[in-house]
């Protein structure tokens, strides 16, 4: 297992630096560089006149002016050996500051969906396939169709208007007004989670409709399977016994798709972070790239594109933990 | 001696989609301490479902019938009447494995692929037999190399996967027997080896047995087989069993057409092609199953207008022996 996770380690590694490579070459890939727009915003309306030696010195001065490998050396060797993304130009400030917080926030947006999609998908799954052809898997199964069927920012309006209805609750956004600006504290984290079920809910949503219809499917077919039932034959209580034989290889898919799911939690986040009025990652994306604010947007691509890769490798190890057959096969 | 376990009037149906089907029908055997009943009868016949509902395995589809009675004495001398068990009881879940142990066919498909042997082994051990973790190891251990597995101190680490077919049903016996069972079923657990393998697994289920001093079913589509392993026999045809008594008699002389059909398939040393159709016809589904007695649609020596009208009882033609054959039933002929 150590072996397993050290080869997987080290594949993960490989795969960060050539996505970082594909983002820095996504950053270099618009027209025009941030000398241009530096140069528009700093005089514009002062009535110099700039010339194409001034923006050289711009160039120059923000290190534009190097060739293209040679930037990114510098670029993912400041990231790994200092924690320093480079600067955000129209920020005038460090990318660190700038995306910190909001890197924070859909970080605890992420875990907050995963963890609710499995927490409420793998035992419902579980509980369908059991009680199999019931009034109870038949509910759970209607209303996991439902749940596939419903877009999720409708979801999100429906869930803001009852939450306001009834709890009278501010539901908006992660923060209460009053947290917003605060310095990090233990109330301000409360305040977090109980902002932060509701985009959580959202966004599992659909995935928890989809992961309990896998799951109910898998450990069907994991109940009918022989192993199961001379595990019973030897007198295993029932409830160890589900857990222990068809549940722990029922939940591979899930695992396996764990990856996907963080690709699809990133993609659907900005709408729903619209509909909830959440600052998050994926907005500011798009701002720097329209700006060629290039190393904002490149933290950014790195951050969401790391924590997939991670997320991935995660996967990987936790299925090798569940399947031993999977590492011995090399 | 005595009876370890007495099965009256076994009647199971299924619930399916296309109506109830009763694939098994008033099976009665026993099993006496420290032999060995072999349960024969092609595939389909009903032995697998008849065994599994004497350890209350049937699916929730499963349904059976009031009448039935199946008496187990246990290590303690205690009668249980299994019955009357609920299927989560623990009071079932303490006969299953610690009183009477399984083994199935598929040995690869027995063991989870992701538990060692010995996890598995040593789960039975400590659920039945020895609570610490240390001495449930050694156990496991010994156990194994009972069975004949080299080096077992390392095999218990292993994965059913790491191991080859014979090896693998070895450690199956072994995971059967570490939880100490009185009676141990196993349901044709030399049917997926190739020969010699399958000669040498049945020596060691052979020894093992009269070693430990169990009782045994032994379920086998093969009356060859039986005639290695069993001293008692019931012959099982579509969910009924035909004819039941010491193997050895019954050999020597078959009362039933279907089991004489039977033994002159067995393939001598001339006719070396084994697995062929015992009886002329095929056996029918359990869906339609033939009025009267079960066998009379491929039995030569079948009465016009009886056979396939009355099912016949269940009569002993000598002491010892049973069938259910209106060609032994004169009494019950007369009557008709
Ligand atoms: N879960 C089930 N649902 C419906 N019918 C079943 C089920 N299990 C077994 N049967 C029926 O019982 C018959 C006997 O099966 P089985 O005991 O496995 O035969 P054998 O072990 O003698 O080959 C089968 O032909 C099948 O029709
Ligand atoms: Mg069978």
Redesign the interface.
């Known amino acids: 297992m150590l072996r397993f996770t050290a080869e997987r380690f080290v594949g993960m590694i490989v795969t960060m630096l050539l996505v970082s490579l594909m983002v820095f070459i996504i950053m270099e890939l618009p027209p025009g560089d941030y000398a241009d727009r530096y140069a528009f915003r700093k005089y514009s309306g002062t009535g110099v006149s700039v010339t194409e030696a001034d923006i050289q010195a711009i160039r120059v001065e923000l290190g534009l002016d190097k060739p293209m490998l040679l930037r990114y050396f510098d670029w993912i060797g400041n990231i790994v050996l200092h924690g320093d993304f480079g600067q955000a130009f129209a920020f005038e400030t460090s990318v660190t500051k700038v995306i910190g917080d909001k890197a924070l926030l859909t970080t605890a947006i992420l875990f907050g969906t995963l963890i609710i999609t499995y927490l409420v998908s793998i035992p419902i799954g579980i509980y369908a396939a059991v009680k199999r052809a019931s009034f109870a898997d038949y509910g759970l199964t209607t209303f996991s169709y439902l749940g596939l069927a419903l877009p999720n920012f409708l979801l999100a309006l429906i869930l803001l208007y009852f939450a306001n209805r009834w709890f009278n609750a501010d539901i908006g956004g992660l923060f209460s007004a009053e947290m917003k600006d605060a310095p990090w504290s233990l109330a301000k984290a409360g305040d977090l989670i109980a902002h932060l079920w509701l985009p959580a809910i959202v966004l599992a949503w659909s995935a928890v409709a989809y992961q309990l219809q896998t799951v109910r499917a898998t450990m069907s077919d994991e109940l009918n ?3 199961v ?10 409830t160890k016994l589900l857990i ?2 068809p549940a ?2 029922a939940i591979n898919p899930v695992v396996s798709t764990i990856g996907f799911d963080v690709n699809r939690i990133f993609s659907e986040l900005p709408i729903v972070a619209v509909v909830l009025g959440l600052t998050e990652l994926g907005e500011l994306l798009l701002r720097a790239y329209l700006d060629l604010d290039m190393y904002v947007a490149g933290a950014i691509l790195l951050l969401l594109t790391f924590m997939i890769v991670f997320m991935n490798f995660i996967s990987d190890i936790l299925l090798a933990w ?4 999977i590492k ?1 096969g090399g | 001696m005595g009876d370890l376990l007495t099965v009256e009037n076994l009647t199971i149906s299924f619930r399916t989609d296309e109506g109830l089907i009763t694939p098994v029908q008033d099976v009665s055997f026993s099993v006496q301490k420290g032999r060995t009943l072999g349960l024969v009868g092609e595939s389909g016949s009903g032995k697998s479902v008849s065994t ?1 509902a004497v ?1 209350r ?1 049937l699916p929730g589809s499963a349904v059976i019938a009031p009448d039935t009675r199946m008496h187990y004495t246990a290590k303690d001398g205690q009668r249980v009447e299994v019955e009357k068990l609920d299927p ?1 009881s623990r009071a079932i ?6 009183e009477i ?2 083994i ?1 066919q ?1 040995p690869m ?7 060692t042997i010995g996890n ?1 082994m040593i ?2 051990i400590r ?2 037999r020895e609570p610490n973790k240390r001495q449930a190891r050694e156990i496991a251990i010994a156990m194994l190399e009972r069975v004949g597995l080299s080096d077992p101190a390392t095999r218990i680490d292993q ?1 059913p ?2 191991m080859s077919g014979g090896m693998r049903q070895r450690a199956m016996i072994a ?2 027997l570490s ?1 100490g069972p009185a009676l141990l079923i196993a349901d044709e657990p030399t049917t997926a080896l190739d020969v010699t393998i399958q000669a040498q697994v049945l020596d060691l289920m052979r020894e093992l047995q009269r070693d430990l001093g169990m009782g045994m079913i032994f379920i086998t589509h093969d009356l060859g087989v039986i005639a290695q392993i069993a001293q008692d026999v019931a012959v099982m045809y579509l969910g009924t069993i035909v004819e039941r008594g010491p193997t050895a008699e019954v050999i020597r002389d078959p009362k039933h057409p279907y089991t004489q059909g039977l033994l002159a398939a067995i393939p001598s040393l001339d006719r070396l092609n084994a697995r062929m159709t015992p009886v002329p016809g095929d056996i029918p589904s359990p869906t339609e199953r033939p009025t009267g007695c079960p066998f009379h649609t491929r039995c030569v020596h079948a009465i016009a207008g009886l056979c396939s009208a009355r099912t016949p009882r269940e009569i002993a033609p000598e002491p010892g022996r049973a069938v259910r054959c209106w060609l032994h039933d004169e009494a019950g002929r007369s009557a008709a």
């Open positions: 399977k022989l192993s039932t001379a595990a019973r034959a030897r007198g295993v209580p029932e222990k034989y722990r290889l569940l399947d031993p057959r011995l | 599994k350890m395995l989560r879940r303490r006969l299953r494995g610690g142990g399984m199935f598929e498909a027995s063991f989870s692929p992701v538990y598995q789960e039975a659920l039945h994965y996967h790491e995971l059967a939880a």
